[in-house]
């Protein structure tokens, strides 16, 4: 019994400071999510529980081997995290930081893809190619991006800093700095010129299309009033 619970205490011991190494390595990108993420109760809630921040580390050592040329061990350790978070980040791919993926289930971000620092991306999104071409083939999305739920961005473009990529919105073309994109395929719009907020507000994000309709209706109203 006594043998038991020294390697118990070891095991405690060795947990504890598991927990405290990750909660330094990946400082920022847990108060990124405490900051972005109402729901967020605690640190301790986002470093056990999230399974964005689960994803982020795992692809820090994938990437690691990735360096080193290990490509088989990056690989497996990638689809191992893909199996227990629902999230699969090729281990080519460059990640900056600050990035925090929130619920993240059905993300994929493909091997040449370039993330930025403190980008945010809700589930569903694949940052993916659109051909079977080799070299750069996946997007490149700058710093401070917001990326809605189910949207895709495909193919070798540049997503500029500040921007926001609306829920199901397809963008298969480089979008500004300071943008909205919304639609499919995505339609660039610019909120007043002025840095879009992270304020997680999908509802009032600008529809060009719906912009469009509304203006015909008025035109069609007036038309009827003569």
Known sequence: MELLARILILLLALFIIKLVVISLLF??????????DPAAKSFLEILLLYQGLQAIISYRFAHFLYKMHLYFLARYL????????????HPGATIGKGLFIDHGMGVVVG????IGDNVLLYQGVTLGGTGLEHGKRHPTIGNNVVIGAGA???????????????????VIKDVPPDSTVVGVPGRITRQDGKKIEVSLD????????MQSIEELEKRINKLEEK
């Open 202 to 209: 999908h509802v009032h994000v600008l529809d060009p299309i």
């Open 27 to 36: 400082y920022r990108e847990i108060k990124e999510a405490q900051k972005k």
């Open 152 to 170: 895709k961005v495909l193919g070798n473009i540049t997503v500029g800093d500040n921007s926001y990529i609306g829920a199901n919105a397809v």
């Open 78 to 89: 990638s689809q191992l995290a893909r199996f227990f978070t629902g999230i699969e980040i």
């Open 111 to 114: 091997e040449t893809a370039v």
